[in-house]
């Protein structure tokens, strides 16, 4: 992988919302040579950011019962 590949990755990473941690150890991962690792870790990272996707969906589930017994009242 080409370090501007890399920096590409990084970009994208940061703009999904992983975190500084993850992108660091991609970047480590890349300089160690553990470029196939990295496919790893960036399903971890996803696995994260759906984790916190559920959470969000449950608090909008829950706004949402709260408005309709609101409504009925």
Not at 31 to 47: F, M, S, T
Request: aromatic residues 2%; glycine residues 2%; proline residues 0%.
């Amino acid at each position: 992988m080409k370090d501007i590949e890399l920096e590409k990755i990084i970009e994208v990473m940061q703009a999904a919302g992983c975190s500084a941690v993850d992108t660091e150890r991609v970047r480590n991962m890349h300089k160690a040579g553990l470029d196939n690792e990295i496919i790893h870790c960036l399903r971890k990272c996803r696995c994260s950011l759906m984790d916190d996707l559920r959470e969000s969906q449950r608090r909008v589930d829950r706004m949402d019962r709260l408005i309709r017994m609101t409504e009925s009242y």
